[in-house]
């Protein structure tokens, strides 16, 4: 019996609670079993009761008048909650998630135990500050008077929000949390079957701090099979939300396509993929060529290449030979376990084929690691055809950086170069291309604090824009 099975058949035996919770209220209840995408394990979760999800529109988000500075203190108070020791939600969230998600145990304590530093008050401003021009707008309507003479005032008003959040990256619940309370939203999150569990415990810890706040009765997580359209026909309609907010796969984000239209607007964090970038200053020095493939390293394997931030491709102006030295190098760094995540899940079967069948086609490729999961660099001269995972870099030569971007895209997140002093010359190539952030290399996580994610400011799309007209100066 392999792992995976072994997993599912251990889980299946007595599946975990998965709660929601919904409006301030914990509902709990083993009515309908699930089982995760990834492993195939077996959850249970209460009867999804649509008529406690959707309030008329006729009634005022609860946080309307709550000012930004107090849902910030609130937060910042649900952190300190968070990463108190005794926590019971988080570390019986880390036991149930070990057996649906993919990353290793050990990464998920860590990726929990951290997420509070999202919390930070000061970086919670620094959000605000950089998708709001005027942060008043969120508080109150803001006059503007325009050079005709014509009187306004304008508000970021709360939105309804349905957010999809992604089952590959435990803290985003947090973050999906606090960038809702932030625009004062009514949230709804639709949560992962890779991750049914994280988002719950967050707001219990939240309740903890004061069940009756508004930040709390603005929030609502629940489960239910991604494409179940008895569901998804009932909830995406703009009678009821303004905008979906969708993180996933490419399944996922054309699932939820369907329901968009007048009134009812897609927010989509696309499924995309990060590359790296090293010059061939690289092999000017043997240390030179350590430190690149050090930092390559370090975007190849955070968070065991779940995220779409990780590096999957690295373009290299080098010839075989010289990529062959570099790939030896990159590989032995990947497969350093610098953060104690612990043994990963192994490479799945076909993936693995793929990996072992290119290890004997000695002339056009070359393959350094092992296909084990802990860590792999391939050196080809084309990007190969499969999407690397689990540690599996893909290093292509190429004869300059400049023509490594033809294979950027829109689908191309964050590009880390080296040496960092190339940045400049290629960025607007690859802006022009179509990607969206670049970073010196071995700095792909975390970004930038308020900085646009996936070429957009989010908090800035998830308000309704509102403008109240008042005629003109002299009119009254």
Known sequence: MDMHAGLAEASNLQPDAAPFFIRGRLVEGFDVIHRSRDLGVSFAT???????????????????????????????????????PGNPYVDACIERMAKVSLQPRAAIDYIMKNAAEYLEPRSLREVV?????????????????????????????????????????PAQGIRSIAQGALVKAVNVFKMASADP??????????????????????????YWRGGDEAIERVLFRPQYF????????????????????????????????????????????????????????????????????????????????????????LARE???????????????????????????????????GASDGRGVAIRSDEPVDFHPLRKTSNVVCVSSLEEAVKYVNVATQTVGIWPFARMKGLRDRLASSGAQRVVRLGEAGPS?????????????????????????????
């Open 46 to 84: 209460p009867e999804l009761n649509m008529d406690d999800l959707v309030r008329p529109r006729t009634e005022l988000p609860p946080l309307l008048d709550t000012p930004t500075a107090e849902i910030i203190d609130f937060l910042a108070e649900t952190g300190q909650r968070l990463v108190d």
């Open 129 to 169: 500050e950089q998708n709001f021009p005027d942060p008043r707008a969120l508080d109150e309507w803001v006059p503007h008077t325009d050079h005709q003479g014509r009187r306004s005032f304008i508000r970021a008003y709360a939105p309804r929000l349905v957010h999809v959040l992604p089952g590959n990256a």
């Open 197 to 222: 569990f994280s988002t719950v415990a967050f707001l219990r810890t939240m309740a903890d701090v004061d069940p009756d706040h508004p930040v709390v009765r603005s929030m609502s997580a629940v």
């Open 242 to 329: 303004d905008k979906l907010v969708a993180w996933g796969g490419g399944d996922a984000i054309n699932n939820v396509m369907k329901y968009i239209g007048p009134g009812f607007q897609l927010v989509s964090f696309d499924p995309k993929t990060s590359i790296s970038m090293v010059g061939r200053e690289a092999f000017t020095a043997p240390e030179a060529m350590e430190e690149a493939a050090r930092r390559n390293a370090a975007d190849v394997a955070m968070a065991n290449q779940e995220a779409c931030v990780c590096s999957r491709f690295t373009f290299i102006e080098a010839s075989p030979e010289e990529a062959d030295r570099y790939c030896e190098i």
């Open 334 to 368: 990947i497969r350093i376990d610098r953060m104690e995540e612990g043994t990963p899940r192994p490479l799945e079967p076909d993936l693995r084929e793929q990996i072992d069948v290119l290890r004997m086609m000695d002339e056009d490729y070359a393959v350094f």
């Open 448 to 476: 930038a604090i308020g900085n646009p994610h996936d070429a957009m400011y989010p908090l800035h799309r998830f308000v309704h824009w509102m403008a109240n007209e008042d005629g003109c100066e002299g009119d009254d």
